[in-house]
T-cell receptor, first 114, second 115 residues
Framework: DAMVIQNPRYQVTQFGKPVTLSCSQT?????MYWYQQKSSQAPKLLFH???????NEADTPDNFQSRRPNTSFCFLDIRSPGLGDAAMYLC?????????????FGPGTRLTVL | GNSVTQMEGPVTLSEEAFLTINCTYT??????LFWYVQYPGEGLQLLLK?????DKGSNKGFEATYRKETTSFHLEKGSVQVSDSAVYFC??????????????FGQGTILTVHP
């Protein structure tokens, strides 16, 4: 089945130690998104890629970076995690040209910062 | 700008009770409307959608009708089950244009169903 895959599902890191979360998709969608979600709150969009074009949200801290080496993969890099960055990180994809721009979500990576 | 407002939670029901979760929105143009569900420890799953006024989305016994006149998209289910316990998010996106799927979410409603 076509899907959005996130690895790992659970990640533990230390305060200030860089960490990378990964997302892959088999849907061949051209848009990929990263969201941060804290304790059943609404997901907060961090940034998205439209093909290779990176689009950062205005309030996303500089501590968060992203890479998209090809259509299928997208990475979220947190350069110096703080305790406040502990959250669920969700990857999503969509395809432009569809009539309703549905987003497909991965299962998420839960990040713990010690 | 776009915004979505959901009824305050949490909502606690007994099995087989009727469920309504209210959702109203503010948007420019002609948005598409969605309900997403998030089970404990998982990502978001699309529950149902509606892309134009008067459309009714339905799935797994849940229904919601796109009401442009009242700018609402209320979620209903006639008989809830324990397995429906989850967080429900109402969301919208402006179809087409340059927004290409950027979602505006409501704050989420936690539903707990007891046997």
């Amino acid at each position: 089945d076509a899907m959005v895959i996130q690895n790992p599902r659970y990640q533990v890191t230390q305060f200030g130690k860089p960490v990378t979360l990964s997302c892959s998709q088999t849907l061949n969608h051209n848009v990929m998104y990263w969201y941060q979600q804290k304790s059943s709150q609404a997901p907060k969009l961090l940034f998205h890629y439209y093909d290779k074009d990176f689009n950062n949200e205005a309030d996303t801290p500089d501590n968060f970076q992203s890479r998209r080496p090809n259509t299928s993969f997208c990475f979220l890099d947190i350069r110096s995690p703080g305790l406040g960055d502990a959250a669920m990180y969700l990857c999503a994809t969509s395809r432009t040209g569809s009539s309703y721009n549905e987003q497909f979500f991965g299962p998420g990576t839960r990040l713990t910062v010690l | 700008g776009n915004s979505v407002t959901q009824m305050e939670g949490p909502v606690t029901l007994s099995e087989e009770a009727f469920l309504t979760i209210n959702c109203t929105y503010t948007a420019t143009g002609y948005p598409s409307l969605f309900w997403y569900v998030q089970y404990p420890g998982e990502g978001l799953q699309l529950l149902l959608k509606a892309t134009k006024a008067d459309d009714k989305g339905s799935n797994k016994g849940f229904e919601a009708t796109y009401r442009k006149e009242t700018t609402s998209f209320h979620l209903e289910k006639g008989s809830v089950q324990v397995s429906d316990s989850a967080v429900y998010f109402c969301a919208l996106t402006n179809a087409g244009g340059t927004s290409y799927g950027k979602l505006t979410f409501g704050q989420g409603t936690i539903l707990t169903v007891h046997p």
